[in-house]
């Protein structure tokens, strides 16, 4: 799972109110047992993490692979579980040392520029603009680019989105900053901290995750796939780099960060008077990893070329020696070892209940969560689906954390769509509850798998075990203490039965959904639903 930061965890929950019934079929019968062993084999050490494009990940690939087949479902791709991902990994020349050169003078230290693998050696130089935060919707008459030329020139932007912008917008907006860069014709996107972005991750902190490596995939024509190519260039400037570019504009820093505080706050844009230089050396090699796909068709003759998407992230983020301690190996047993045995546990009940659902259902065990979401993009960028078929909901599941006796689950992204009272409906006939989310300053619902799919149009829901009771301090305790470190393994204090009731619950919102008369429908007026699907079928919100 890609969080921000551990500090965000004091409050995280989500929900809506929906009458429920109980399905008509009996509940399946799963075991926590079968659980553990799942989340046992997979945080193994002998799989040394499951970093993608790695013998680990691969070992684990196999294994879903094989306990797809012992459930008699069918192959997504033909003749095989695998959808191959060949990665590609960029990294910065260890010989030399990026830079920006602002106005004549380089700068090292107040930069954070990472590798980039489509172009190797790079010297990329030009004009720049301030372009505010660099945000354009239509929807939301949002344009911080009207009245600025930024035709083969740097755009220079603030971190983030306005304060007090609704959070899972300016989330979205703040990661399609790039688009708009390339739209307005900018070569490059420089971005300026702000105090809020500091406060959450240290400089220092950003420019180490700038230099660590850069994966995605190869493309058709054999080069790393970038969301936004025609940015070529792209850096964070800080300090005296971000004043070197101010120099001459009549505004400082400080200004522009203090305006950016206050609540509404947009700087407006205005060309800058220093030309701006790029540089930097990278090497890229590539890594096979494959993403893990099943399919349960469906009964209904009607239905079953609708597809609904049961997904897990397979991967975690390996063996580190920068691990303080001994142990070296990031076994990821919660992170997602949890979400995939889950997802393998839903399979089976689907697999042995009697009654075949009228959707058919992919099952997914993706790559490359922890480098970006990539194996998640690839596959909705490249669908499985026979022709005619196509995708209808997705259900992701995400780092549950199954150390106490939940009550309630947390949905994000429920109230976008119908997927919100149907999974209402489904968790109150299992006894559960979903509650609201209390921390919607973080937008989550844009950072994690599911995301990749809602951005081809798709409704989509990412599940996790709720806050109630005992559920609040349980997360913020994983969070500060095990959350991407070795210590996410298999000696955590599990709940097998928490275990079994997650997965018993995720089972009934997915059938719920394969049987449902009516495919998920965005609501009208919806952001999301408006931003990737204007042209689909439309429910009125409830």
């Known amino acids: 799972m890609r969080l921000r930061s551990p500090a965000f965890a004091s409050s995280l929950i989500l929900a809506l109110a929906a009458p429920g019934m109980a399905s008509a079929e009996a509940p399946p019968a799963i075991a926590g047992e079968a659980i553990r062993a799942d989340v046992g084999f997979l945080a193994d050490d002998l799989l040394e993490g499951r970093d993608a494009g790695t013998r680990g990940y691969d070992v684990a690939a196999r294994y879903v692979a094989a306990r797809f087949e012992t459930l008699g479902l069918q192959q997504a791709v033909p003749d095989s579980w695998y959808q191959p991902v060949t990665l590609a990994v960029a990294q910065l020349d260890g010989g030399t040392t990026p830079s920006l050169t602002i106005g004549g003078k380089r ?44 035709h083969g020139k740097y755009a220079v932007a603030l971190a983030g989105s306005p304060v007090g912008m609704p959070s899972e917008i300016g989330a979205h907006l703040a990661a399609e900053k790039s688009f708009a860069a390339q739209e307005a014709g900018a070569i490059g996107l420089i971005t300026i901290p702000s105090d809020a972005l500091l406060a959450r991750t240290p400089w220092e ?63 407006r844009g205005f060309a800058l008077k220093p030309t701006v230089q790029l540089d930097r050396a990278s090497s890229v090699a590539t890594a096979p990893s494959r993403n893990v796909l099943a399919v349960l068709p469906g009964s209904d003759p009607a239905l079953k070329g609708e597809y609904v998407l049961l997904m897990a992230h397979l991967d975690h983020l390996g063996i580190k020696d920068s691990a303080k301690g001994p142990d070296k190996i990031y076994n990821g047993a919660m992170d997602n070892a949890s979400g995939v045995a889950t997802m ?77 009272p149907i999974v209402a409906k489904a968790a109150k006939a299992e006894g559960v509850s979903l509650s609201p989310d209390p921390l919607p300053a973080e937008g989550l619902f844009t950072r994690s798998d599911h995301y990749r799919f809602v951005q081809q149009g798709i409704p989509a829901v990412f599940l996790m075990t709720g ?20 210590s996410d393994q298999m000696s955590l204090p599990f709940r097998w039965d928490a275990a079994a009731k997650f997965a018993k619950v995720n089972y009934a919102i997915a059938r719920e959904i394969a049987d449902e008369p009516d495919a998920p429908r965005w609501y009208e007026g919806d952001f999301f639903g408006d931003a990737f699907a204007p042209d689909a079928p439309r429910a009125a919100r409830p």
Not at 244 to 261: F, I, N, P, W
Not at 472 to 479: I, Q, R, S
Request: glycine fraction near 10%.
């Open 467 to 486: 806050f109630a009771g005992p559920g609040k301090e349980a997360f913020e305790h994983f969070l500060k203490t095990d959350y991407h470190q070795p």
């Open 107 to 150: 700068f090292t230290d107040d930069v954070a520029i990472g590798a980039f693998g489509r172009e190797l050696r790079q010297r990329l130089s030009g004009r720049a603009v301030f372009v505010g935060y660099g945000l354009k919707s239509d929807r939301e008459k949002i344009d911080d680019y009207a009245g600025l030329d930024l």
């Open 344 to 420: 393998l546990a839903v399979a089976k009940a689907f697999a042995e209940s009697r009654e075949r659902p009228k959707r058919s259902i992919l099952f997914a065990a993706v790559t490359a969560e922890e480098d970006g979401l990539l194996g998640s993009e690839f596959l909705a960028r490249n669908p499985v689906l026979p022709a005619g078929a196509k995708l209808v909901g997705v259900i992701n599941l995400d780092m549950p954390i199954l150390t106490y006796d939940f009550q309630d689950v947390v949905a994000f992204g429920a109230e976008h769509s119908t997927l919100g």
């Open 205 to 267: 902190k950003l420019r180490e995750r700038a230099q660590s490596p850069t994966v995605s995939w190869l493309d058709r024509e054999g080069q790393p796939f970038v969301r936004a190519p025609g940015i070529r260039g792209t850096a964070y400037a800080n300090a005296a780099a971000a004043e070197a570019l101010l120099a001459g504009s009549g505004r400082s820093l400080a200004t522009l960060r203090a305006q950016a505080a206050k609540k509404g706050g947009r700087p």
